[in-house]
């Protein structure tokens, strides 16, 4: 596969569309980024990687990091019981709503959906606080380690901008608390859930920090991180309530395990082969890159390479 020729014809077919979504406003700090960014990269289990366009320009990761907080909790819980844990505390069904909706939890008792919603995030988010003691410092030295790239850091600026703006966390936070459902404190809580939003990441480290997903659960240095099942079980709730509602849309179109955020990046895995990265940061309605999307979708048409 010449990975390369196949990622500049993406391209070429994605970038028309960088202009036809919104960069998000609602956190102010992702405002400034412009929205002609577009990049993409592709980096494969033996750890070659391929990229174009702006594919080495960090970007604000937001809701990927929502993928990585379930690998480590599942990481740090070993065996059966380990996930009975935190499946007892998030379900893993697609929404059907908004990923910051309020509406499911009061009839569920607290408990969010799916752990890719920001009420669910930050359910995992709580259990990687009383696991680690620092759950966004964790998660960072983490990424740092499987990208191999020792400068990934926060954007204070974008953390700060959460916070001030991050009443609609804070209340699913309180919802969730009032049921029972948080072991810490809801400050520290939804403030390590900011940090982890807030790390800056370019196509080419979310690519290669999400390899383990596509070697089933095998880490860069080739030690293991997770069960294969539990790699397995980690894509598929990616497909099925990965990219929230617009799931059943992204599996229809692209027919991969995926993690959208609002900062325009989607990580995309191809088990057993590859693991991508997108990013433009024009969003649709439902917070997921327009021509992200779309290059994923042009991506495995030429290549064949779905899952499906
Ligand atoms: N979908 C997203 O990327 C949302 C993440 C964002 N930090 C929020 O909490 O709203």
Not at 25 to 41: Q, T
Not at 226 to 248: F, H, P, Q, W
Not at 273 to 302: I, Q
Request: net charge negative.
């Amino acid at each position: 596969m010449d990975y390369q020729a196949v990622l500049e014809e993406v391209a070429a077919y994605a970038r028309p569309l960088v202009r036809r979504g919104r960069v998000a406003d609602y956190i102010p700090a992702l405002e400034r980024v412009s929205a002609d960014r577009f990049g993409i990269a592709v980096a494969d289990i033996h750890g070659a990687v391929h990229g174009v366009g702006d594919w080495e320009v960090p970007f604000s990761v937001q809701s990927i990091s929502k993928a990585f907080s379930l690998a480590l909790v599942m990481a740090q819980s070993p065996g059966s019981q380990g996930e009975d844990g935190i499946w007892k505390r998030v379900g893993r069904e697609p929404s059907g709503t908004p990923f910051n909706s309020l509406v499911q939890l009061e009839a569920e008792n607290g408990i969010p959906r799916n752990p890719f919603i920001n009420a669910g995030a930050l359910v995992v988010t709580d259990r990687l606080q009383t696991l680690t003691g620092d759950a966004s410092t964790s998660m960072l030295d983490f990424l740092r380690e499987e990208s191999g790239n020792p400068d990934l850091a926060f954007d204070p600026a974008v953390a700060e901008s959460e916070a001030g703006h991050g009443d609609r966390n804070a209340a699913l936070a309180h919802f969730m608390a009032s049921f029972g459902n948080l072991e810490n404190p809801v400050p520290s809580v939804i403030e390590h859930y900011f940090w982890q939003c807030a790390i800056e990441m370019s196509c080419r480290d979310l690519a290669v920090a999400g390899g383990f997903l596509a070697r089933h659960g095998l880490r860069a240095d080739g030690s293991r991180l997770l069960e294969a099942r539990e790699a397995k079980r980690i894509n598929a709730v990616m497909l099925t309530c990965g990219t929230y509602d617009a799931a059943g849309e992204f599996a229809y179109r692209v027919g991969l395990p995926a993690k959208s955020g609002v900062g325009g990046g989607i990580i995309a895995v191809i088990p057993g082969r590859c693991t991508l990265c997108v990013w433009s940061p024009g969003l649709d309605a439902r917070g997921n890159s327009v021509a992200g999307a779309a290059a994923l979708d042009h991506f495995t048409t030429l290549t064949g390479w779905s899952v499906f």
